[in-house]
């Protein structure tokens, strides 16, 4: 098993949610985040002062998948959040050693 995060545009959230979807995955889990990269943020004027916002609002996804849809997910999500301009984001993927279903018990690939 694997675990997909991928630091995402906020507004690009239903196109990866349907994405994945339409791969059969069904379960992730969603954070609001904020953070910077080479975007480095952005200068706003308020109230006539200027300030330099250094965190830009992003969306952290996180799912758990079998070894044999890693691909298709990591390609899913790629494709669905591409918008060719800076700040779209990353993906990472991390090994996972066991998942347990808390209601059933059940572990493994079966809890997924």
Known sequence: MKKIEAIIKPFKLDEVKD???EIGLQGLTMT??????RQKGHTEL???????VDFLPKIKIELVVDDALVDRA????????????????????YSVEDA???R?????????
């Open 19 to 21: 994405a994945l979807n």
């Open 32 to 37: 609001e985040a904020k953070g910077f990269g």
């Open 46 to 52: 308020y109230r006539g002062a200027e300030y330099v």
């Open 74 to 93: 990591v390609e899913a999500i790629q494709r669905s959040a591409h918008t060719g301009r800076i700040g779209d984001g990353k993906i990472f993927i």
């Open 100 to 102: 347990i279903r808390i």
């Open 104 to 112: 059933t018990g059940e572990r493994g690939g079966d809890a997924i």
